[in-house]
């Protein structure tokens, strides 16, 4: 059974913090990994991995893939207020592009 | 571009009762699929198709029937609704192709008495 798992759970930060969102894996046929960011509603797509040790950039925003230690991590730096958030990690596997959620980490950046 | 739709936004049932919750996407993605979400549970998928005409079970498929007749448009029924099945239902679609990301909408709130 494909298995995703993030860590911490959640998370209270002060803005202008960096945090550093863990998930890690295992999966048959694995394809690659996905960040999602959920506030209220749709999760909305943040970064897609395939590679090992190729970092995705996005303004504050990264992420990084081990593909031999079989996770990945998400760095938001100065965090706002805004990055307020269930982050959540997904891994593509099989032909149908099929995603296997991990529970979320609920970020909570305060003043 | 209205993206993926979903309705109904809210909706209440009693035990035994069905309905049917509706998926649309306006960008011609082959790809469609439905998962639930449930606290501490992230998301689980029920069913998905990989192209009009086409369905395929998901993880939790139990008690949840699906229905792609037209391309844009992805069918989620409850035949027998149960308070097990009271949950937060999205729809996603993707494009063909290996690295194309999966679209949400913005979910249906299924509360089940």
């Known amino acids: 059974e494909d298995k995703v798992v993030q860590s911490p759970l959640s998370l209270v930060v002060h803005e202008g913090d960096t945090v550093t969102l863990n998930c890690s894996y295992e999966v048959t046929n694995f394809r690659s990994l996905l960040w999602y960011k959920q506030e209220k509603k749709a999760p909305t797509f943040l970064f897609m991995l395939t590679s090992s040790g190729i970092e995705k950039k996005s303004g504050r925003l990264s992420s990084i893939l081990d593909k031999k230690e079989l996770f990945s991590i998400l760095n938001i730096t100065a965090t706002q207020t805004g990055d307020s958030a269930v982050y959540l990690c997904?891994?593509?596997?099989?032909?149908?592009?099929?995603?296997?959620f991990g529970t979320g980490t609920r970020l909570q950046v305060t003043l | 571009n209205a993206g993926v739709t979903q309705t109904p936004k809210f909706r209440v049932l009693k035990t035994g009762q069905s309905m049917t919750l509706l998926c649309a996407q306006d960008m011609n993605h082959e790809y469609m699929y439905w998962y639930r979400q449930d606290p501490g549970m992230g998301l689980r998928l029920i069913h998905y198709?990989?192209?009009?005409?086409?369905?395929a079970k998901g993880e939790v498929p139990d008690g949840y029937n699906v229905s792609r007749l037209k391309k844009q448009n992805f069918l989620l029924g409850l035949e027998s609704a149960a308070p097990s099945q009271t949950s937060v239902y999205f729809c996603?679609?993707?494009?063909?192709?290996?690295?194309?990301?999966?679209?949400f909408g913005p979910g249906t709130r299924l509360t089940v008495l």
């Open positions: 997904a891994v593509r596997t099989g032909t149908a592009s099929k995603l296997t």
């Open positions: 996603a679609s993707k494009e063909d192709g290996h690295y194309n990301e999966q679209f």
């Open positions: 198709s990989v192209g009009e005409g086409t369905t």
